[in-house]
């Protein structure tokens, strides 16, 4: 059973997806994956990092470039740019081993989110694949514009339960969506 929320920028699938990770943690269900929360300083969006749900462990995602130097870490930054932003190699190995299955019973694939920026590392994104086709149960997060065919087929290959968030529903899906998972587990 896969779970993949979508919506709006700003419409509450983080907050959801977190409430329902948190649920199925409080029930011993082990959590593994990575979420991508943006960095913010002095109000300003300067970047996003990607953290392991497991260990805590994070690297930049990616990063403005006028915020480079003050960051105070060495980063190795890739040619690839999406919007403003420069997308940071360092970021492969933490999203890589936030993806490795535990060995136990009861496992939740939890990934927030799955999007350009994430995609644009070949062995990350290859990681999110394998990941997929190997999980029996997962919630992700996916950007609204998701295009990545060989993503979109194992969605479809297994029969994934996509949920539209939206401002009307938020309130009411998490309850829907943690007997969704239980049942897959």
Not at 20 to 47: N, Q, T
Not at 102 to 119: F, R
Request: positive net charge.
């Amino acid at each position: 059973m896969i779970v993949a929320l979508t919506g709006r920028p700003g419409v509450g699938k983080t907050t959801l997806f977190f409430s329902v990770v948190e649920e199925l943690k409080k029930e011993g269900i082990a959590i593994y994956g990575f979420y991508c929360p943006e960095v913010r300083v002095s109000g300003r969006r300067v970047g996003f990092k990607i953290v392991d749900l497991r260990s805590g462990r994070s690297a930049w995602l990616a990063i403005v470039r006028e915020f480079i130097d003050q960051c105070g870490t060495s980063i190795s930054l890739t040619n690839k740019r999406i919007g403003r932003y420069i997308v940071v190699g360092d970021a492969e190995s933490v999203g890589i081993e936030a993806l490795r299955k535990p060995q136990c019973e009861k496992a939740l694939l939890a990934i927030d989110e799955i999007g350009p920026m994430e995609l644009s590392l070949p062995r990350l994104r290859q990681g999110i694949i394998e990941a997929l086709k190997n999980a029996d149960t997962a919630i992700i997060v996916v950007h609204r514009n998701l295009s990545d065919q060989e993503i979109l087929k194992i969605l479809r290959e297994k029969r994934a339960e996509m949920i539209t968030v939206t401002e009307q529903n938020r309130s009411f899906l998490r309850d829907e969506i943690v007997k969704l998972l239980r049942k897959g587990m």
